[in-house]
Every structure is written in structure tokens, then in C-alpha cells.
């Protein structure tokens, strides 16, 4: 029978690969990677040769659900929208736009629909009730380069393709097929640095797999990047190493600031010797070229802020800041902010703060507030009290902290709204569902992650196979019209040729460029043809493949949108934070006690991926790490069980005993814990694991940010 291969983009990660997808009519043969695609090169990793699985699942929804008689029971979609509509805008007319919570999850950043049509959506709302997945992950980085280079996303990039001398904090690519920096086959770029003589050394609680493939693995203690890196600073410093970069205000400030934190200072918090510290500045200050690159386990903690703020810094006064090999600006093809301008750099000053929470006063940051204080928001009453939830393509109730209390509070929510492919922890809640169509059935643009990107690429690909679901940008207009009080019936043409006008007059092209296109479509080329290359989508319907347009360029200063056009090195609000940092110098810490850190694995995607039996078959891998010192103490054996306990809440885990932890460590993978009543998950079920979001507290955060602590979480472990 006649076969036909066609390329798209997987979705899964930050990585943007290129898959081959071999069809039969409308059955999917096989998923492999795309030797042709002019990025990833056939590069393919275990999640996203499961698309044919995810396509195939028949636990993922194809119809609405509607709850009937306290049961979710597959509905029409007229029959959802008219549900929505009663149920959604009784709430707004009686409580008004603050009573409605919207939650977006990771998958949203990964296509077209949410993150151009869920910001239509949410601007319709108007509610300030806005949380996301954002603060459960990579806030800090917004906020440090908001205030050191003026754009939330102008984010510098290790230059990986170039650079002599990687320093990797917190980040493990070789699992999470890397994070903040799109790379597609991070480990074979990994591998050809120390194949050109370059260095790569890991800074990580864990001997993760990364820690394993490089030079050296540097164990730190949890939640003490910062000490560390001002440390590596003091070091220059004093030994008269640095050559900075240029462009840069506040280098004085910022190397008087480092003065405190000599090596022998931070040895005994952060665990690190003192010559190694030194060794370690000396090895970034001498190299040719060097990155030094901080994620997950650098963000999601207590100094999140300032550690993303100090790694930038370490690049530039390394003179590593917009050099190759060094840490790079990618310039997008499409929608990045900070690409057009007149060069000059000059931009206004970014703040955070422009409103506060209701409950904690927790200060906004991006237009959102931090996921971790959503509870309080839902059961504390008074005026804007929440009352309902749209819950679009994310699982709070497994992916952030204290998650049962979240379960109790979502639970008694007047109304539940979730936009989801499956029936799982959050969306069992709801009294609503919409599904969405498979990635195969949809088309993809990676508008987020080339804008973080190792080379500037732009690859567009449709829709491998047709559908009869709505697509989800029409689903999300049509609850902009519901929310605009349109009803369920708005003319969604007419709402779609207002959010093309709009978009047009944003970028300065005319609409009619875009003439025949609709939807996403019509947006990508109205943003591509403004864009610095001035391609146009038929370029890219043209190159199915992709485009390549080549490695990364210096950009300073025109990428800076800062009120003076310099990188602000020593900015007020992060200069104010570090006497809290400080304090950490001189506090002592107990022998015996633990924190936990987390795990991300090669064949799990946060929360979901758990019902594809080609991602989890095997042995059980949601265990907890420990140490065999720890182990002995405890009487805990390998295979054995331990209960862990936090302020947050308790549960109890298979144990593996293993050295790639660090003593007082336990790591714990998160995204798991699914045996709840209620969930569609037939597969994940029978490999259901522990949710280690239980344990993570809702009350610690980076207070800049608003990030939650997920890694360095205080705990008591005892055997069962
Ligand atoms: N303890 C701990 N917690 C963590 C982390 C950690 O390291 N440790 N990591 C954090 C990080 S980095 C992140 S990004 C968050 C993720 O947090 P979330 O985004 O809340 O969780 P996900 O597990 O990504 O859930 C995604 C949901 O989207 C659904 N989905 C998938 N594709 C689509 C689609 O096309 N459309 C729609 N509508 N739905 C879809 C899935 O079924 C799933 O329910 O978790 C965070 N939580
Ligand atoms: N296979 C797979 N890939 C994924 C995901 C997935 O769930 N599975 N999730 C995707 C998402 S949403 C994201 S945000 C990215 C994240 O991508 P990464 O940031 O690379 O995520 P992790 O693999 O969790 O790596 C974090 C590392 O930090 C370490 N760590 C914990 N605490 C500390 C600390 O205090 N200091 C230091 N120095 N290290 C610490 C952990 O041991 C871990 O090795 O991955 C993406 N890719
Ligand atoms: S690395 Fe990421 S983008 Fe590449 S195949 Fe795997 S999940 Fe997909
Ligand atoms: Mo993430």
C-alpha cells in the first residue's frame, strides 16, 4: 500500500525537532526523527517517538464533557458552550472579572493557539487572577533579564556549537533535552565541546546523567547557586581577572557587592571547597570562550532571582556576554519583542509589582501572580475571592506546591473550566472539559522557543492529519466571545479579523499582506513579514524542513531596551535582595537533616506523557534517591520504603539507595500520583507513583519573583 512521510514539529519540549511521520491514509505508521530537518538532523528522543501512541490513546478525549448529576459524561460541543456560558456568566455577573482564575499550563507554550489566542482570551477577561506554569519554573530568568536588559524574554543563550567552557548549574539536558536554550540533540552538542578541547563542568546535588558525560560534577548543597557564583565573582575580583564586556552600567556596584562571599565564606553552606571554587573562576576566567548557564534547579528556589541575575553577570564580566561561544541573544524570525527598535538600545524600565496579590500581597510580575499563593485566593473570602477556574492545558493539581490543599480548593470552586486532552488529577475537578486535537492534527510554529534558541531557525509545519475536533484557537475565541458576553454563538470570523487587526497594527504591516489566511496562520504571517528576516509563511510552507538562518550574531546594544541603552548590571531591586543572601552565610545547618530536589526523566513530560505504555513500561522509576550514608542512619534499604514528611504534607515511597546523591539530599521526580478517583488514565494508573507535590510548601518563594521552591525543600525522612 502506498505510504507518504510527511514533517512536523514535535511539540514535547523546548528541543523543536523535526519528526518524520510515515501515514497510511489517516493511520499513523511510524514517528522518526527528521534526518532532513535542518536543526535537529533526525535527532529523536523516547517522547517524541511516542506521538503515534498519544495519537492512538484512547483515554485522550474527543468529545467535550459536561458534569450531569455529579458524573463528567461526554457532551456536544454546543451542549459545553451553553454550559460554559450559563455557568461562567452567572460567576462574572455576580462576582465580577477577579472572581475568575485562569491557570496555563506548560503545553501552551509549545503551539500557535494558546499563546496567541489564550492572551485574547485573557485580555476579554480582564481578570488580574492570571497564574501559569511560569512560576513553578523559569520566572526568575523574566524578571533578572526585565531588570539587566529590559525585555522579559531577552534571554542570553549558551552558545553551545562554539563555546570552549560550559558551566552548568541546576540543568540536566541530557534528560530534559535542555531547557531556556532549544537544542535539539543537547547531548551531541555537549559531546562535541569536549571533543574540540572544551571543558564542561556541572554544578548539581545529583550525579545526573549531564554530571556523568562531562569534565567534572561539582555536588552543591540545594539552594545555595548564588553563594556559589558570587564566590566564582569574589574570586575575579580579587585576582584582577575580569575583562567585562561592553556596554555594561554597574560593574563597581556589583564587585563591591561580591566582597562578603569570599570562598572560604560560602565552603561550608553551599558544601564546595574553597580551591575548587577558585580553580573553577580561574578555569571560566582563562578560557577561550565559556557560558555559564543556569535552569530548573537554579530557578525554583529561594535565591532564584539573584542566581539567574549572577550567572548573567559571571558572563559578562568574563567578557563571555554576546560573544561567540559565549552567552548569546537569538534573533527570532517572528514575534520577539526585542527585535525591531532603532538600535539604540533604549527602552523603559521594567518593573514588577504593578499590582499584588489579594491575599499575600505578593507582588505581580509579567501581568501574573505566583501559582503558589492560588489557594489562598480560592478559599479566602471577601471581595475578588475566586470562584471559578479556566484551567488551559495544565495540571496544577500535580505540578505545583502543596497540591493537596490546591485539590481541596479547586474542589469547591463554583465553577471548573479545563481545556485539556485528558481526563487527569486537575481536570477531574471540572464541570466543563474541551479537548483539543492531537499535535498531529494541528499545525506548529515554535514562536516561544526559537526565540531561545541555539541557532536562529523557523520551521513551520501544517497539520499532518485533518480532524473533526475545533481547533483550539477557535475554542479559545469562542470563550473570549462567552466572556464578552457575545454568548456562545459569536462570530468567530469577525472575533478573529479584530485579533488580525490588532495584530497588524502592532507590528506596522497591513492586514491585507496576510489576505487569505485565517487563524494562527494569518497571525505567524503578519509576524513573520515583520519580522528581521521579512519571510513570509509561504517562505516557510516552502521549506518544509526548515530554515536555517544561521548561528547566533552579536546584538548589543540594540537588543537592550533599558532607559539608557546599557546592560544595568546592578540593578536597585536585585541589589536590594542581597543581604538576604547574605544571611545565609552565617546561618548554620543541622547535621541530619534533608531537603529534597526533584528528578526529571528522559521518558516523562512533567504531570502527562504517563498514559503512553512505550514511556512507561519497565520498573517503577518514581522512587526516592538517598544516600547510603543517609540510608544506614535511617535503617532504609535499597527496594525498601520511607515516609517523608514536610510542613506541607507527607507520603510514603519506594526507596533507591544510591551515591549519585548527595548526603542530606532525597530526590524525588515530580508529575506523578495517579491513583486519584475520577482520572481517565487507564495506563498511568498501573504505574501510578507518588506526587511530590505534596510534600513541596506553598509558603516558600523567590520573593522577587514569586517563583516556588521545588528543589532544597526542608523534609523529615524515616523508614516504614
Ligand atoms: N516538584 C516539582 N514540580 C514541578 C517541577 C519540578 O521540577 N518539580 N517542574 C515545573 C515545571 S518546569 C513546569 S513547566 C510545570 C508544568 O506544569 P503544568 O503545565 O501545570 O503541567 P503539565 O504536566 O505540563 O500538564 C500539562 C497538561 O496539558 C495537557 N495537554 C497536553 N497537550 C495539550 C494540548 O495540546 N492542549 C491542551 N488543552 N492540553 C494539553 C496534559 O494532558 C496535561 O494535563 O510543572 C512544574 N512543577
Ligand atoms: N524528558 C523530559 N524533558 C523535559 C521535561 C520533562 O518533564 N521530561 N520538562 C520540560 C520542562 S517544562 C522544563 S522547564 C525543562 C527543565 O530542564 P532542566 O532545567 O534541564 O531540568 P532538570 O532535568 O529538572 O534539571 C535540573 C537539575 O537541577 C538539579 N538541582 C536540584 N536542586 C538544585 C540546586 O539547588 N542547585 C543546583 N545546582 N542543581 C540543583 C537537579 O538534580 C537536576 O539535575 O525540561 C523540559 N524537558
Ligand atoms: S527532544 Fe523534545 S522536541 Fe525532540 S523529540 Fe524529544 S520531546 Fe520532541
Ligand atoms: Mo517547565
Known amino acids: 500500500m502506498a505510504t507518504r512521510s510527511v514533517p512536523v514539529t514535535c511539540p514535547f519540549c523546548e528541543a523543536t525537532c523535526g519528526l518524520e511521520v510515515t501515514l497510511?491514509?489517516?493511520?499513523?505508521?511510524?514517528?522518526?526523527?527528521?534526518?532532513?530537518?535542518?536543526?535537529?538532523?533526525?535527532?529523536?528522543?523516547?517522547?517524541?517517538?511516542?506521538?503515534?501512541?498519544?495519537?492512538?490513546?484512547?483515554?485522550?478525549?474527543?468529545?467535550?464533557?459536561?458534569?450531569?448529576?455529579?458524573?463528567?459524561?461526554?457532551?456536544?460541543?454546543?451542549?459545553?458552550?451553553?454550559?460554559?456560558?450559563?455557568?461562567?456568566?452567572?460567576?462574572?455577573?455576580?462576582?465580577?472579572?477577579?472572581?475568575?482564575?485562569?491557570?496555563?499550563?506548560?503545553?501552551?507554550?509549545?503551539?500557535?493557539?494558546?499563546?496567541?489566542?489564550?492572551?485574547?482570551?485573557?485580555?476579554?477577561?480582564g481578570s488580574r487572577n492570571v497564574f501559569t506554569a511560569t512560576t513553578v519554573d523559569q520566572m526568575p530568568k523574566h524578571v533578572s533579564s526585565g531588570h539587566l536588559f529590559g525585555g522579559a524574554l531577552t534571554i542570553p543563550i549558551p552558545d553551545l556549537d562554539r563555546t570552549q567552557h560550559l558551566l552548568i548549574l541546576g540543568a540536566n539536558p541530557l534528560a530534559s533535552n535542555g531547557s531556556l536554550m532549544t537544542s535539539p540533540d543537547a547531548r551531541g552538542r555537549l559531546r562535541r565541546i569536549r571533543e574540540r578541547g572544551g571543558r564542561i563542568v556541572v554544578v548539581d546535588p545529583r550525579r545526573s546523567r549531564t554530571a556523568e558525560h562531562a569534565d567534572e560534577h561539582v555536588p552543591i548543597r540545594p539552594?545555595?547557586?548564588?553563594?556559589?557564583?558570587?564566590?566564582?565573582?569574589?574570586?575575579?575580583?580579587?585576582?584582577?581577572?575580569?575583562?567585562?564586556?561592553?556596554?555594561?552600567?554597574?560593574?563597581?556596584?556589583?564587585?563591591?557587592?561580591?566582597?562578603?562571599?569570599?570562598?572560604?565564606?560560602?565552603?561550608?553552606?553551599?558544601?564546595?571547597?574553597?580551591?575548587?571554587?577558585?580553580?573553577?573562576?580561574?578555569?571560566?576566567?582563562?578560557?577561550?570562550?565559556?557560558?555559564?548557564?543556569?535552569?530548573?534547579?537554579?530557578?525554583?528556589?529561594?535565591?532564584?532571582?539573584?542566581?539567574?541575575?549572577?550567572?548573567?553577570?559571571?558572563?559578562?564580566?568574563?567578557?563571555?556576554?554576546?560573544?561567540?561561544?559565549?552567552?548569546?541573544?537569538?534573533?527570532?524570525?517572528?514575534?520577539?519583542?526585542?527585535?525591531?527598535?532603532?538600535?539604540?538600545?533604549?527602552?523603559?524600565?521594567?518593573?514588577?509589582?504593578?499590582?499584588?496579590?489579594?491575599?499575600?500581597?505578593?507582588?505581580?510580575a509579567l501581568g501574573e501572580l505566583p501559582v503558589a499563593t492560588l489557594a489562598d485566593e480560592i478559599e479566602t473570602p471577601g471581595e475578588g475571592q475566586v470562584r471559578a477556574l479556566i484551567c488551559v492545558a495544565g495540571n496544577p493539581c500535580r505540578s505545583t506546591p502543596n497540591s493537596a490543599r490546591l485539590e481541596r480548593a479547586v474542589g469547591g470552586l463554583d465553577f471548573v473550566l479545563s481545556l485539556d486532552i485528558y481526563r487527569n488529577e486537575t481536570s477531574r475537578y471540572a464541570d466543563v472539559v474541551l479537548p483539543a486535537p492531537s499535535p498531529l492534527e494541528r499545525s506548529h510554529y515554535d514562536l516561544a522557543f526559537y526565540q531561545l534558541s541555539v541557532r536562529n531557525i523557523a520551521n513551520?509545519?501544517?497539520?499532518?492529519?485533518?480532524?473533526?475536533?475545533?481547533?483550539?484557537?477557535?475554542?479559545?475565541?469562542?470563550?473570549?466571545?462567552?466572556?464578552?458576553?457575545?454568548?456562545?454563538?459569536?462570530?468567530?470570523?469577525?472575533?478573529?479579523?479584530?485579533?488580525?487587526?490588532?495584530?497588524?497594527?502592532?507590528?506596522?504591516?497591513?492586514?491585507?499582506?496576510?489576505?487569505?489566511?485565517?487563524?494562527?496562520?494569518?497571525?505567524?504571517?503578519?509576524?513573520?513579514?515583520?519580522?528581521?528576516?521579512?519571510?513570509?509563511?509561504?517562505?516557510?510552507?516552502?521549506?518544509?524542513?526548515?530554515?536555517?538562518?544561521?548561528?547566533?550574531?552579536?546584538?548589543?546594544?540594540?537588543?537592550?531596551?533599558?532607559?539608557?541603552?546599557?546592560v544595568r548590571l546592578a540593578p536597585e531591586a536585585l541589589v536590594a535582595d542581597v543581604p538576604r543572601l547574605q544571611a545565609e552565610l552565617s546561618r548554620a545547618h543541622e547535621g541530619g537533616s534533608f531537603v529534597l530536589i526533584g528528578r526529571r526523566q528522559l521518558r516523562s513530560n512533567n504531570s502527562w506523557m504517563h498514559n503512553l505504555e512505550p514511556l512507561v513500561k519497565g520498573k517503577d522509576r518514581c522512587t526516592a534517591w538517598l544516600h547510603p550514608d543517609d540510608a544506614a542512619r535511617l535503617g532504609v534499604r535499597d527496594g525498601g520504603r520511607a515516609r517523608v514528611r514536610s510542613r506541607a504534607g507527607e507520603l510514603e515511597v519506594a526507596v533507591e539507595v544510591t551515591a549519585d546523591v548527595m548526603p542530606g539530599v532525597v530526590?524525588?521526580?515530580?508529575?506523578?500520583?495517579?491513583?486519584?478517583?475520577?482520572?481517565?488514565?487507564?495506563?498511568?494508573?498501573?504505574?501510578?507513583?507518588?506526587?511530590?507535590?505534596?510534600?513541596?510548601?506553598?509558603?516558600?518563594?523567590?520573593?522577587?519573583?514569586?517563583?516556588?521552591?521545588?528543589?532544597?525543600?526542608?523534609?523529615?525522612?524515616?523508614?516504614?
Open 667 to 720: 530526590s524525588i521526580p515530580h508529575g506523578w500520583g495517579h491513583d486519584a478517583e475520577g482520572v481517565r488514565l487507564r495506563v498511568a494508573t498501573t504505574h501510578a507513583g507518588v506526587n511530590s507535590n505534596l510534600l513541596a510548601d506553598e509558603t516558600l518563594l523567590d520573593p522577587l519573583s514569586g517563583n516556588a521552591v521545588l528543589n532544597g525543600i526542608p523534609i523529615e525522612v524515616e523508614a516504614v
Open 460 to 566: 513551520y509545519t501544517p497539520a499532518a492529519l485533518p480532524t473533526e475536533l475545533p481547533q483550539e484557537w477557535e475554542t479559545l475565541l469562542r470563550l473570549t466571545g462567552i466572556v464578552t458576553g457575545q454568548g456562545a454563538d459569536a462570530d468567530l470570523a469577525a472575533l478573529d479579523a479584530v485579533v488580525a487587526e490588532e495584530t497588524a497594527r502592532r507590528t506596522g504591516v497591513d492586514v491585507g499582506e496576510a489576505d487569505g489566511r485565517t487563524g494562527p496562520e494569518r497571525l505567524l504571517d503578519l509576524l513573520l513579514r515583520a519580522g528581521p528576516y521579512e519571510l513570509t509563511l509561504a517562505d516557510l510552507e516552502a521549506a518544509p524542513h526548515g530554515i536555517d538562518l544561521g548561528e547566533l550574531q552579536p546584538r548589543l546594544p540594540g537588543v537592550l531596551r533599558t532607559p539608557n541603552g546599557r
Open 24 to 125: 497510511d491514509g489517516e493511520r499513523v505508521v511510524r514517528v522518526r526523527g527528521d534526518a532532513d530537518d535542518v536543526f535537529s538532523r533526525g535527532f529523536v528522543c523516547p517522547k517524541g517517538g511516542s506521538l503515534k501512541a498519544l495519537h492512538e490513546d484512547p483515554d485522550r478525549l474527543r468529545t467535550p464533557l459536561v458534569r450531569h448529576e455529579g458524573e463528567l459524561v461526554e457532551a456536544t460541543w454546543e451542549e459545553a458552550f451553553a454550559e460554559i456560558d450559563r455557568r461562567l456568566g452567572a460567576v462574572l455577573a455576580e462576582h465580577g472579572r477577579d472572581a475568575v482564575a485562569v491557570y496555563t499550563g506548560n503545553p501552551g507554550a509549545h503551539g500557535l493557539a494558546v499563546l496567541l489566542y489564550g492572551r485574547v482570551l485573557l485580555k476579554a477577561l
Open 223 to 364: 539552594g545555595t547557586d548564588a553563594l556559589l557564583l558570587f564566590a566564582l565573582l569574589q574570586v575575579l575580583v580579587e585576582e584582577d581577572r575580569l575583562t567585562p564586556t561592553e556596554h555594561l552600567d554597574g560593574v563597581p556596584e556589583v564587585c563591591a557587592l561580591a566582597e562578603p562571599f569570599t570562598p572560604e565564606a560560602v565552603a561550608g553552606p553551599t558544601g564546595i571547597a574553597p580551591e575548587t571554587i577558585r580553580r573553577m573562576a580561574r578555569e571560566l576566567a582563562e578560557a577561550p570562550s565559556a557560558a555559564v548557564y543556569g535552569r530548573i534547579g537554579t530557578t525554583t528556589a529561594a535565591f532564584g532571582t539573584l542566581t539567574s541575575w549572577l550567572v548573567d553577570v559571571l558572563n559578562a564580566l568574563t567578557g563571555n556576554l554576546d560573544r561567540p561561544g559565549g552567552a548569546m541573544f537569538p534573533l527570532a524570525a517572528a514575534g520577539q519583542a526585542n527585535a525591531g527598535g532603532d538600535g539604540s538600545g533604549h527602552g523603559r524600565a521594567f518593573a514588577t509589582g504593578r499590582w499584588a496579590s489579594r491575599v499575600r500581597g505578593l507582588p505581580e
